[in-house]
């Protein structure tokens, strides 16, 4: 079982970076592929980034690709989420979470086993 906290987020600009990071507690951290999602008022819960276990490997939604770094930290049992350029629309509470599979092309919430409780994103126009 791994237990997830998010922290990093705030108000920000539009074009402005946040590096949102996701603590985990659980000695089997660094067997998970970990990945982040958001949810907007009104929105449905949607897929950010994922990363492999071992770091080796990442996936990003299309409007987040070329603006947002997932990385991972397995001494330190860390998760991070390098935000830059961003834009209203990327305001949203967001998550991290522990994938229940191996394949990292995971992109639905119910793909995902253990959540932290979500740090907020606003950005100003």
Aim: charged share 20%.
């Amino acid at each position: 079982q791994v237990q997830l906290v998010e922290s990093g987020g705030g108000l920000v600009q539009a074009g402005g970076s946040l590096r949102l990071s996701c603590a985990a507690s659980g000695r089997t951290f660094s067997s998970y592929n970990m990945g982040w999602f958001r949810e907007a008022p009104g929105k449905e819960r949607e897929f950010v980034a994922a990363i492999s276990w071992s770091g080796g490997r990442t996936d990003y939604a299309d409007s987040v690709k070329g603006r947002f770094t997932i990385s991972r930290d397995n001494a330190g049992n860390t998760v991070y989420l390098q935000m830059n350029n961003l834009k209203p629309e990327d305001t949203a509470v967001y998550y991290c979470a522990a994938s229940r599979y191996l394949e990292l092309e995971k992109y639905d919430w119910t793909d995902y086993a253990y959540w932290g409780q979500g740090t907020r994103v606003t950005v100003s126009s």
